[in-house]
Each structure stands twice: as C-alpha cells, then as structure tokens.
C-alpha cells in the first residue's frame, strides 16, 4: 500500500499533465507535500482499524469477551503504525528526487531490500543504522511493555527525528514548474531555507543528534552489543567445548512440587 501509493500520491499531477497548473497556485510546496502524505497516513490507519475491528468480531465469535482495546490500540496504532510512518516518509522522500516514477519505485524497493540484508553480511548489528528500526517488545499481562518500552521509546524519537529531517528536505524539493532537475530544486530550495525553517531544522537535528548519542553511549559503551559475527563465534566455540559430553547422561526432572500464595 505505501509502496504503491506513494508514487501515486507524488507524481499524480505530473502524470495527468496538470502540474503546471496546479504548481501556478498561490500556495507553499509543503502544503501539496503534507497534504498527500497525511492522505497516505490517513490510508494506513484506517486499514490498521479495520484490522483491530476484524480481530475483535473474531474473537468474540470465538467466544472471546475480554477485549483489551487500550493495548490494542497501543500495539497497532502506535507501535505497528510507526514504521508505516517511516517507510511512508522514506517513500516521499525517494519519490520526489527521483526522476521518474517507475525509478522511484525501483529505488524505494531496492532500499528496503538492502536495508533488511545489508547489515549482517557487514557484521553491523546496531539499531542506529537499520532504518526505522526498533528493539522488539514482548507484552504480558505481568509487566505490560515496561522491561522493552524504554529503549523502544528513544530509538523512536530518535527516528521521527530523521523522519521529520527528511520531510524537511522533501518539502523543500517538491518538484514545482517547468525546471524540476535537482539542480533547479537545489537552487529554489537554498533561497527557501531560511527563517522558521532553518530554527525547525536546528531544532530537529539537535534532537536527533542527542537521541543518537545517548544511544550510541548505552548500546556501544556503557553496554556490550554483540554483532552476529560474534554470536556465531561464541556458538561455534561453545559447541566445540561441549561436544564431548554429548553422549553422557544428563540429569532430568522427575518430580516438581510447588506453592502459591494469593496477594491481594
């Protein structure tokens, strides 16, 4: 659905042959920009609502009466519906400097392909270089998200901040008019960065800057973070250090007897 409907979005005055006439409009290029991006959103969520409805008409067909629509909400709205907003800004992003449609596409494509294979070939296993990634979070009714939500939460910040990085360059070289090479853009984009834009830019990247320090500092000083490379070192050698014991008897659990105090 982004994949698709980004280009559409992007390129649908340009295809209809009326960009010309629309670019002659009294209006700033953000405005088509956040327009059709909050139309894409506007797209991903409602698919995500039919989803939950979906899940809640099943369950209760099931028999299922404890529906949990608060995390629900939480899982799908906001955690699942995050990375429909990164990829849908990468897809703008892509599409707009691209010069075809067709090459936008095949950019977009190929970057989510490298982007989920790239990385272990390099022995890079950091969450600041994967795109939109996040660490995974587990719920459970004991402690909810709290052992995950943390790290998840300033690894988002740390991305909407990318995002909102790309939407300002995005905006900045909307294709508008007869001259849309990156050339002209980057020229008409210069005169355009000033002002309101560059302390939003300042701000944002400030922001960016100090989400991906402090986790740069927690995930590769203060912590060890182990690469795949590592890992399958460390399962090698621990292979070949048990190996020989394989064939020894192993104690097993017989009997297990246990007690279970109510707290109320």
Known sequence: MVTYYAGVLVWKERDARMDEICDATPHPGWIAFAAKFSALLGIVLIILCVAIASG?????????????????AKSILAVDFSIFFFLSMLAFFIHVLAPNKYVGYFAYVAFLIVNA?????????????????????????FFHFTPFIAAWTWFTVYWIAFSVLIAIATALFWPRGKETSIAARWSVSRQQFNGSWRMVTLLVLSVFVASGGWLFYNTKILNQLITPKVAERRQADYEKTYKKYEGIAQPRIQDVRYTIEHLS
């Open 117 to 141: 294979f790239i990385w272990i070939p390099l022995d890079v296993s950091s969450l600041l270089m994967r795109y939109g990634s996040r660490p995974t979070m587990t719920y459970s009714d």
């Open 56 to 72: 809640v008409i099943t369950q209760a067909v099931e028999g299922y009466t404890r529906f949990q629509l608060g995390l629900y």
